[in-house]
């Protein structure tokens, strides 16, 4: 028996969602999409993290070795590095601004290498503001350098104490030279990196505010420091640089 015209209409109708089916469906892609959007901005804020940790961390290895061999390998610093503040224990503050690439990143190592001065209107410590040594290409490229990421870093020398005073009061003079040839040939280099930095351009640094965001990393250096003056950044600076120790 062939269907006729009205069985085959009706069994169309049948086999067709109807609206409420319809409904329902576009509801549960709604309350999905909701979700899958709700965690976008987590996964891409997680993603940017882990960016930001890994400049870190390979910025923070490259600059401990550059102070430490005293030589800037890849020639990157004078142009990541965009000003430089040498702060004093009285609370005063040298300010030096890379001003048409009149940073020279050898003579940057020396200024980064400055010793943390015992006198109370010595060195306390320098500050520099850089973008990412080891960013994209993008982040290097100077006509987008005032929107890519940024750190502040503040770089301590200090000289070690291997005993506290109340120890070497007890030994002899012999000793106690002995000691002082070691500890002078001794220093902890500290490298303090903070971000991100808020309301910050290249043309107003001291503008910027600091993130919470930041990661120290130490180190001991052997050997003693050679210094002489020169010209960094069109004045006369006090330069530091590691030697190996002859003790």
Request: charged share 20%; proline share 4%.
């Amino acid at each position: 028996m062939r269907p006729t015209h009205s069985n085959i209409a009706r069994r169309r109708r049948e086999e067709a969602f109807t609206m409420v089916e319809i409904a329902i469906c576009l509801a549960v892609v709604a309350f999905a999409l909701v979700a899958i959007v709700g965690v976008l901005p987590t996964g891409l804020q997680v993603q940017k993290d882990n960016r930001e940790e890994t400049i870190i961390n390979g910025d923070g290895a490259y600059l401990m070795e550059a102070i430490r061999s005293g030589t800037d390998r890849l020639g990157l610093l004078s142009n990541s590095v965009y000003f430089v503040s040498v702060g004093f224990k009285n609370g005063k503050r040298d300010y030096f601004a890379n001003e048409n690439g009149n940073f020279d990143g050898q003579r940057l190592l020396g200024l980064l290498g400055t010793p943390k001065s015992a006198n109370e209107n010595g060195v306390s410590n320098v500050v520099a503001w850089v973008h990412a040594i080891n960013g994209t290409a993008s982040d290097l490229d100077p006509v987008a350098r005032d929107v890519a990421f940024r750190y502040q870093l503040v770089a301590e020398v200090l000289p070690f104490v291997s005993f506290p005073p109340s120890l070497t009061n007890r030994l002899g003079t012999n000793e106690l030279r002995r000691l002082g040839k070691l500890q002078a040939g001794l220093h902890e280099v500290r490298l303090t990196m903070r971000w991100p930095l808020f309301k910050d351009n290249t043309s107003n640094p001291l503008a910027a505010r600091v993130g919470t965001k930041r990661r120290t990393f130490r180190a001991l250096v052997g050997g003693s420091q050679i210094f002489y003056p020169t010209n960094f950044a069109t004045r006369q600076q006090m330069v530091y640089y590691f030697q190996p120790s002859t003790y």
